[in-house]
């Protein structure tokens, strides 16, 4: 494979992500759920498949030999060696509820994109429709808000950290996630759970969050704002020094991303799924 123009990948992220959010934010009156996922209350809308739909076409339409993951339609398996990795909507209950928190993110990436530690992001973009604002990065490159370069906030205390959160769909990881916030609020300013995890690493990247930690990422939800928070000047990783993925993904800057580690490390679910406080992290270091 020769080498990727990080600059055409960006810039055709860039645009699929402008035209899908262009699609969702006329946002109908009344949206319907048109199935679940792996809960009642992981949802999917009628504008969700067509958003996947509108992005999958429009990137093969110039990119037919790559490969495509999407969070609604899996994986298209292509030649080139590059998988475009989607989110037709991130923040799908904002949505459904009308509330203005939800992003179209778009990246692509080397290597299985299902595998934590098996792929490299090149490029990514995470669109919000409904300000405009429109986050990008290269890998190497830097990371930008709407064309201006953007870095995280630095030299944060613990103490003095707003972190942003997310709680899964399952009922036993929402109630671990709920005992891991009563433990992490008394030692940070905030928490904030805005409901998209696409729109948190951004707001992260350009200092409108501190930190974020959260479980049960999909690997469309991390791509995109992976990148652009690492771009910007995070750490982002996984449960003690793993890579970033479902089983935990945390991101600050220096200092505070250690402080931030150490506080999550002792935690993991017990075999009932609720939260249990150990001396040392276990060998599969999983909240699973």
Not at 138 to 151: E, H, K, Q, V, Y
Not at 215 to 225: E, I, K, Q, S, V
Not at 260 to 282: C, F, H, I, M, N
Request: net charge negative; charged share 25%; hydrophobic share 40%.
């Amino acid at each position: 494979m020769s080498e990727p123009d990080l600059a055409a990948l960006v810039e055709l992220a860039e645009r699929v992500a402008r035209q899908a959010g262009e699609l969702v934010r006329t946002r109908p009156d009344t949206v319907d759920v048109a199935s679940t996922k792996s809960s009642p209350t992981d949802i999917v809308t009628a504008m969700d498949t067509a958003s996947e739909a509108l992005l999958r076409k429009a990137i093969h339409h110039e990119r037919p030999d790559d490969g495509i993951l999407g969070e609604e339609g899996g994986q298209a398996k292509g030649v080139s060696g590059l998988t475009w990795v989607v989110d037709p909507i991130d923040g799908t209950v904002n949505y459904l509820y009308g509330i203005p928190a939800y992003a179209i993110s778009v990246a692509v990436v080397t290597g299985d994109p299902l595998d934590p530690s098996g792929h490299q992001v090149l490029a990514g973009c995470v669109h919000n429709p409904l300000s405009g604002e429109t986050w990008t990065a290269t890998s190497g490159g830097g990371a930008f808000l709407d064309g201006r370069p953007i870095r995280v906030n630095r030299n944060v205390p613990l103490d003095r950290a707003l972190v942003a959160t997310g709680f899964g769909y399952d009922a036993g990881r929402r109630r671990h996630a709920a005992e891991v916030v009563a433990k992490v609020l008394p030692r940070v300013r905030d928490i904030r759970r805005i409901g998209s995890a696409a729109l948190d690493l951004s707001a992260l990247a350009c200092g409108r969050l501190d930190a974020y930690y959260e479980r049960g990422l999909g690997a469309w939800d991390l791509a995109a704002g992976g990148l652009i928070a690492r771009e910007a000047g995070a750490l982002v990783g996984g449960l003690a020094g793993r890579p970033p993925g479902p089983e935990l993904v945390v991101a600050a800057g220096p200092g505070l991303y250690e402080d931030l580690q150490e506080l999550l490390g002792p935690l993991r679910p017990d075999r009932d799924g609720e939260a249990t406080e150990v001396s040392e992290v276990s060998e599969d270091g999983a909240h699973d």
